[in-house]
């Protein structure tokens, strides 16, 4: 079975550009996450997404970041501009819809602001 | 006082030592995860569980629901055992199924 799919897998950018982030969860999936996960701390929940429409976006800064999963299946993380504090692990996760199991985590992308 | 409480931060270990990592929890229902993640990696899932024990090879979980308290533990520990472990209670149920984690356990374990 093929896992949460992430790009890119490293992005160095300056601040106040932009960037976004990918993620594919896995087939049938119909939860995906995204968390922010800055070092030495664990991951933050962004984003939650149930099928396309959004179930919890209580901590994403909305004023830079925004997130969409159009189709509900693939969905692209972006934040617009970028600041020094957003140096982070970006991770996506999936589970099946009201399950506890298959919670699977991509690999990241881990973005550096400079 | 924090959600989610692990205990030891940071362990070193001899290779072929017993292991246990701690983690107790104020939030939650009835279903804890425990997570690794090596430097630079992703996070991979290595048990959900919902009472008593799990095993899964050198890995064993136990979770006391009543106490909301949980362990991991690895038996015969191995250098490629050293990452990071979180433990991660969800915080809500239904289709709001989301989880809370823990800072995690550096665990390292020398040759």
């Known amino acids: 079975e093929a896992g949460v799919a992430q790009s890119p897998r490293y992005k160095i950018i300056e601040k106040r550009q932009s960037v976004a982030f990918w993620c594919n969860p896995i087939?049938?999936?119909?939860?995906l996450y995204w968390y922010q996960q800055i070092l030495g701390q664990g991951p933050k929940l962004l984003i939650q997404?149930?099928?396309?429409?959004?179930?919890?976006d209580s901590q994403l800064p909305k004023d830079r970041f925004s997130a969409e999963r159009l189709k509900g299946v693939d969905s692209t993380l972006k934040i617009q501009p970028a600041k020094l504090e957003d140096s982070a692990v970006y991770l996506c996760?999936?589970?099946?819809?009201?399950?506890?199991?298959?919670?699977?985590f991509g690999s990241g992308t881990r973005l550096t602001v400079v | 006082k924090n959600e989610v409480e692990q205990s030891p931060q940071n362990l070193t270990a001899q290779e072929g030592e017993f292991i246990t990592i701690n983690c107790s929890y104020s939030v939650g229902i009835s279903a804890l995860h425990w997570l690794q993640q090596h430097p630079g990696g992703g996070i991979v899932s290595l048990f959900m569980?919902?009472?008593g024990k799990k095993k899964h090879g050198r890995l064993i979980a136990t979770i006391n629901i009543q106490e909301k308290h949980s362990s991991l533990h690895i038996t015969a520990s191995h250098p490629r055992d050293s990452a990071v472990y979180i433990c991660a209670p969800p915080n809500s149920g239904g289709s709001n199924y989301k989880l809370t984690f823990g800072k995690g356990t550096l665990l390292t374990v020398n040759p």
């Open positions: 996760a999936s589970s099946l819809e009201r399950s506890r199991v298959g919670y699977t």
């Open positions: 087939s049938g999936h119909a939860t």
């Open positions: 569980l919902s009472s």
């Open positions: 997404f149930q099928n396309n429409g959004v179930v919890d």
